[in-house]
């Protein structure tokens, strides 16, 4: 038994036309069964949203806050512009904004903890300035090809380079299983840096259902007031021991079959 833990998917995507309903229950479900998995006593289920471009679903749920919109009801926590609970029956969700952003490299930076707009295709240092100015923590998210040659040797650099509070490296359950670890997580740990994961979902039918099968879980629980804000400072302060990853990897078929789903249809993952 592990006590109380807070399970967490750092990377959430909302896309365009994606049934709401079908993801929340999807999320607490799977975060549930990855906190049963752990033996966990009790538990608090947290997403961390990454919107992309005009996306706006945070904002969307904080102008119906204290109503319902489809089955879930939204409730604005005091202590921080940045978190709202969801409810649905017994069920419980955490919902911290955040944002993507790509730089001028073609990297995507996942700024967490924020609702502020950073622009597309600034330098990944300017990205990670603004992103720390604006108090949010900045991932970089490991993408199929996107952290190979020059753009993996400079997310190298930049790991390896700066303080762990600065840029955290990111995982997620669309990395295929055949794909070893980046070198580059080993570096993170030695530097106390946490890995922090979770399942980007894909703007493909039915990845709805993926939410909160990939992420992480830390000991304890989150206080009611300002709970983003807390979970910000404690990834930034803890030792990334008590960080733990959860989740597969994807199969090689299926990772086969999404990337050439989004080339097909052009989806937009940027």
């Known amino acids: 038994m592990v006590g109380a833990i807070t399970v967490v998917d750092a990377h959430v995507h909302v896309h365009p036309g994606a049934n709401i309903d079908a993801l929340l229950d999807a999320a607490a479900e799977n975060l549930g069964n990855a906190a049963r998995e752990q033996g966990a006593s009790q538990w608090q289920c947290v997403l961390m949203l990454a919107e992309m471009k005009q996306r706006r679903w945070f904002d969307s749920i904080v102008d119906v806050v204290g109503s319902a919109s489809g089955r879930w009801s939204y409730e604005l926590l005091p202590g921080d512009d940045i ?13 911290v904004a955040g944002r993507q952003v790509v730089t001028s490299e073609g990297l995507e930076v996942l700024t967490l903890g924020t609702r502020e707009v950073i622009p597309d295709r600034l330098p990944l240092t300017q990205t990670l300035d603004a ?36 840029v955290f490296p990111g995982d997620n359950g669309g990395r295929p299983g055949f794909w070893p670890d980046p070198a580059v997580f080993k570096v993170a740990a030695d530097k106390n840096c946490a890995v922090v994961s ?21 000991p304890g629980t989150l206080p009611s007031a300002a709970p983003g804000r807390t979970l910000l400072e404690r990834l930034r302060t803890e030792p990334s021991t008590s960080v733990h990853s959860f989740g597969k990897l ?21």
């Open 83 to 95: 978190s709202v609970r969801a409810r649905c029956g017994e069920r419980d969700l955490t919902i």
């Open 198 to 218: 979770g399942t980007d979902p894909l703007p493909l039918p039915g990845e709805e259902a993926r939410v909160g099968t990939f992420g992480f879980w830390m």
């Open 131 to 166: 992103a720390n100015a604006g108090r949010s923590l900045a991932v970089l998210p490991w993408g199929a090809g996107k952290w190979l040659g020059a753009r993996g040797k400079l997310v190298d650099a930049t790991i390896a380079g700066v303080s762990a509070t600065r």
């Open 250 to 270: 994807q199969g090689t078929v299926q990772f086969i079959r999404n990337q050439t789903a989004l080339r097909l249809h052009k989806a937009p993952v940027q």
